[in-house]
């Protein structure tokens, strides 16, 4: 045979002509016979159950269905007509519903005759399937049942070119007819029979044709931890390349303004995870190789003290040092924190902002090109290029997924040698997708909140109990307390949740009625100079409630206010909702933090109030979002290529791919260049997935 067969264009297959090609390459990208082949199956569909109607549930399924057609009757509707059937078996009725093709189904169905039909099942006032298959009870006992039907990827033009799923299992079966597909194994014999894995043949055989469901659970098995292997094995690999090839300034001392700070300055004892992070910072900064790490830690964890001591490294290794955030609220908040605890250090640190005055400007450009300055606090405003450090050591960025990667490597530029980069997040990422996505940084993970922390107490409750909630605000107020109200503003309906604000905001003036009460307001419509003075007065107890857009979302700390409420909650997303409750919860006054909403909600929504109301670790709340959304919503892992993963999910195979991760690190601990020869296939496999951008592609 042909080692190259699988190499053919797809437009020799049999059954496949010119046009069917055209399209599997604009839709699925298929070009050739081996990228049919790695078309894996969504899923798989157990033709061999048939469900009775009274078994049916509410959950949107596929499934089948024995009975009989009663009678059919067109029904007039807005756009066009439908065709309904009533369709029974001996525990219930249901209906069919056709939009098109009505004259073929009204010459060629029967009524009266046992069917059997197939298709998802909705529920609106009862059960309905929109266009079934359907097949006489007669024809169907004569075919023969496949177990698992696999249903393989597609597009709506697909399917309305004629290449249904039925049409692509035909592909696949004249595929492996024609080549007897022979898969070089690309694991290695020792990876195979540690984990008794399946080969790759057999594997790519019963993904596509399962003989039972045990095959198949060890092909997808097989084929899931492969995926995720060399992906780690890249991922790992580069990381391994960086540490080597990207020097860094070594930080070798541990000098006097760490050793001061520590001993003298340091507010309060550090919690053991803040000990722990710092020690592995220092360890990433004393090496020759450039620190890339991404500092994790839920809201209020103390990830800023870790920052100000990895700063204070650098200071003492003769560096400078810049933090950037997201937001000038945020910035302005880091400088006058950070300020404070280093007063009475002999450094020098300034905040540079798109607002800051000329003058004040070019004397901080001095400073910080004579080396004088020696940390530099800003907002974007730090990346443009005539901004110059003298000797630029260590850069912090806050708060990471407001900015993108572009941004964080032009950080690189400003120096001969790149500075060391900490990445502060406080919207935490699941570990398992942290591994995938960032498996070229190294991970820290502040776990463990500073002692004496009430946890927030947090309810649900519904518009309905307004007055209740506002007698609740007025007995905290009564205590000493201030209050955040916060109002959804999404960008679509801009206008509509301004009026919300507004409307919101005097009705809360009005049962909140000066002089005993003062009210800020802060929304994205202010100008920067009004908002600053709002959020001011607030800081200062000047005003007990402050009514909001989320622009206090990120970073904001006003220890004293300790009651949060959301209104519209349903229309948060989960991160959204933590980060939000995150500006409570600061003070040694228990918190609350209440989520307002309508009676009308979705199961999403309930499912993120639930959440909300169950749990404050942000972690456990990431992992929800995570299933809820989906790995490709999550804040900055759109542009990820690393999610479009042909078999694996990065959610439901998080244990595969842990064990991938082990195994990747194993190896390469034992043979960082994978030189030795049992692991011979491994490297020629990886090579071949570089070369081709493709996993998949080595087939001998
Ligand atoms: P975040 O991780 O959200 O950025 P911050 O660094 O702003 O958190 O810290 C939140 C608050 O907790 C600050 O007021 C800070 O001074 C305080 N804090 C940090 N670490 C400790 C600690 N070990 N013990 C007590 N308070 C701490
Ligand atoms: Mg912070």
Redo the contacts with the bound molecule.
């Keep these: 045979m042909n080692p190259n067969i699988l190499q053919t264009p797809i437009d020799y297959l049999k059954g496949v002509g010119p046009n069917r090609a055209a399209l599997l390459r604009s839709e699925l990208g298929i070009h050739a016979y081996q990228d049919l082949v790695n078309l894996f199956p969504n899923r798989y569909i157990d033709k061999t159950r048939y469900y009775k109607i009274n078994e049916l549930q509410r959950s949107g399924a596929e499934m089948q269905i024995i009975g009989k057609l009663m009678h059919l009757k067109t029904v007039e509707q807005k756009r066009g007509k439908r065709l309904v059937a009533k369709f029974i078996d001996d525990t219930g009725e249901m209906e069919l519903v056709w939009f098109r093709g009505h004259k073929w189904i009204r010459e060629n169905l029967k009524l009266n005759v046992p069917y059997v039909i197939f298709g998802k099942v909705n529920y609106y006032n009862g059960f309905s399937m929109p266009h079934p298959e359907m097949e006489l009870l007669s024809e169907h006992e004569k075919n023969l049942k496949i177990a698992m039907q696999p249903i393989y990827p597609s597009t709506e033009k697909l399917s309305n070119k004629g290449i249904t799923n039925r049409v692509i299992s035909k592909m696949m079966q004249q595929v492996f007819i024609e080549t007897k597909v022979r898969f070089y194994d690309t694991l290695s014999t020792d990876i195979l029979e540690s984990l008794k894995l399946i080969s790759k043949s057999e594997a790519v055989l019963n993904i596509h044709f399962p003989k039972n469901q045990e095959l198949l659970a060890k092909a997808q098995f097989r084929l899931k931890f492969e995926e995720l292997f060399y992906i780690q094995l890249q991922l790992i690999t580069k990381n391994l390349i960086r540490k080597q090839k990207v020097k860094g300034y070594p930080f070798t001392e541990v000098g006097e303004h760490f050793n001061s700070f520590y001993s003298n300055h340091l ?5 053991n995870a ?1 000990k722990r992070v710092i020690k592995e910072i220092r360890n990433d900064m004393g090496s020759s190789a450039q620190m890339n790490r991404l500092l994790q ?1 839920d ?7 870790v920052g100000l001591m990895a700063m204070l490294l650098a200071i003492d290794n003769g560096f400078q040092a810049c933090l950037m955030a997201p937001t000038a609220i945020l910035a302005n908040q880091h400088y006058q924190g950070i300020q404070e605890l280093v007063q009475e250090l002999p450094i020098t640190v300034k905040l540079l902002m798109g607002s800051t005055k000329t003058k004040e400007r070019r004397v901080l450009h001095e400073e910080l090109e004579a080396g004088t300055l020696n940390i530099l606090i800003g907002t974007h405003a730090i990346l443009e290029d005539k901004v110059i450090f003298k000797n630029l050591g260590l850069a912090i960025i806050d708060e990471q997924h407001r900015f993108g990667v572009a941004q964080r490597s032009k950080l690189w530029h400003k120096n001969k040698y790149p500075p060391h980069v900490l990445v502060m997040t ?1 919207t935490p990422i699941p570990r398992t997708l942290a591994m995938s996505l960032y498996g070229d940084l190294d991970i820290s993970v502040i776990d463990e909140l ?2 004496g922390r009430k946890a927030i107490k947090t309810v649900h409750r519904f518009d309905s109990n307004r007055l209740k909630v506002f007698k609740f605000i007025e007995d905290e107020i009564e205590k000493g307390r201030q209050i955040y109200i916060v109002y959804p503003l999404i960008q679509e309906s801009e206008a509509m949740d301004y009026k919300d604000l507004m409307d919101g905001y005097e009705s809360i003036a009005r049962s909140f009625s000066q002089p005993k009460y003062q009210i800020s307001i802060v929304h994205g419509q202010m100008k920067p100079a009004d908002k600053d003075y709002e959020m001011d007065r607030f800081v200062k107890g000047e005003t007990q409630i402050m009514v909001a857009t989320t622009v206090i979302e990120v970073g904001v ?1 006003v ?1 004293n206010a300790s009651v949060m409420i959301i209104e519209s909650a349903e229309r948060f997303g989960l991160s959204q909702l933590h980060q939000l409750r ?1 500006r409570v919860g ?1 003070g040694a006054e228990q918190s609350f933090c209440i989520l307002m909403t309508s009676h009308k909600l979705s199961e999403d929504s309930k499912t993120r109030l639930e959440t909300m109301v169950r749990t404050n670790d942000g972690f456990e709340i990431a992992e929800v979002d995570l299933k809820l959304r989906g790995p490709g919503d999550i804040m900055g892992t759109q542009q990820s290529g690393v999610l479009n993963l042909k078999i694996a999910d990065i959610v439901k195979d998080n244990d595969i791919l842990k064990l991938a991760r082990s195994y990747a690190l194993k190896i390469l601990k034992e043979d960082p260049s994978l030189g030795m020869e049992k692991h011979k296939v491994l490297l020629y496999t990886y090579q071949q997935m570089a070369k081709h951008k493709n996993i998949w592609n080595y087939i001998s």
């Design positions: 507010p309060f004892d550090l919690t803040q830690g809201v209020g964890s103390g990830k800023t003290i406080a500073p002692p700390n220890p995150g600061r």
